[in-house]
């Protein structure tokens, strides 16, 4: 297991996604699935800079924690932004194209889950993906 | 920051780098916008994006339909396995312009 705790800020998010690349690359998993779960992490930890948190305060953090269980990856991001719940996340509509949701269509897409932990936590926000992964 | 600029033909090549994301999708969609002003073809140059997020695929969807809403053009030339992928995989493939 490993955890990266970090300002939530634009100018980390790159910091955040390369060491969810340098975790897997650990474990050498292909490049393709590793840019598609870095675009994954990308875009649930840019919401939270975006839409949990807003402005920019050096105490607003962002909490990423990845493991392994079996054969699945396991990626935990912990926020204290806004309260955020799956039934908030709207559907992409495909057949009009626009500028919205193309986040969250990303995430549902590589991911084979996620949703909001309801269990207690000091975090406000604790967001889980899974995905099926063999490890070499 | 701004991306390099290149008249050839008459049309403005910008020549995109690095990561597009949350933090520089903006710088782009401005210098694409003022571009389309003052141009009626505006290329992207991919070929060294390292990283696209759904905030760059976002500003290249505003720059297309600005350009198709002022009658100019709008086209991504040489995208990288980078830009290709996440373009694919938001099925927006054939609704841009690319040029290999």
New interface residues.
Partial sequence: MKSLELEAS??N??HI?NFVEQYLIEFKINP?TI??I??AV??SI?NV??YGYKKFDPKNKILTVLDFKDDQLEIHIYDNGIKVTKDMIKNRD?DN????Q??S??IK??MDYFDWSEEKSEWVNHLILKKHLTKK | MNYSEKLENNILKIFVSGDLDLENYGNLREQVSAALQKNMVVALDMNEVSYVDSSGVAALIESKQKAEKAGKEFKIQKPSEAVTSVLNLAKLDTFFVIEN
């Fill in positions: 634009e100018e998010l790159k996604r393709k840019s598609e870095k675009l990308g875009e840019a800079v975006k495909i194209v626009g500028p919205g193309i986040g269509y990303f897409k590589i």
